[in-house]
């Protein structure tokens, strides 16, 4: 059975970005560097992975920083590749 229009059209939202900028940008936004774990720790979720751009509100620049930074940590020890 084909969808109609009118449920095409709404759809239910599951998330919504309120912020205007990416918290990692700014003249008071913090460095990303692999050695801040606290930092790191807010863009992972529970279970490991990394959180996408559209939930976090990272603009494309830095959420790349961000992975390389969460990467490197893992492989460094200090972040776990999962939490299983």
């Known amino acids: ?44 979720s529970a279970r490991g992975r990394i959180l996408p751009r559209r939930l976090t509100g990272v603009c494309a620049s830095k959420h790349r920083k961000l992975v390389q930074a969460i990467k490197t940590a893992r492989v460094l020890a200090l972040l776990p590749f999962s939490d299983m």
């Open 1 to 44: 059975m084909k969808a109609s229009s009118h449920d095409q059209k709404h759809k239910k939202v599951f998330f919504r970005r309120f912020s205007k900028g990416c918290p990692l940008t700014g003249s008071t936004a913090p460095e990303i560097d692999y050695k801040d774990v606290k930092l790191l720790s807010r863009f992972i």
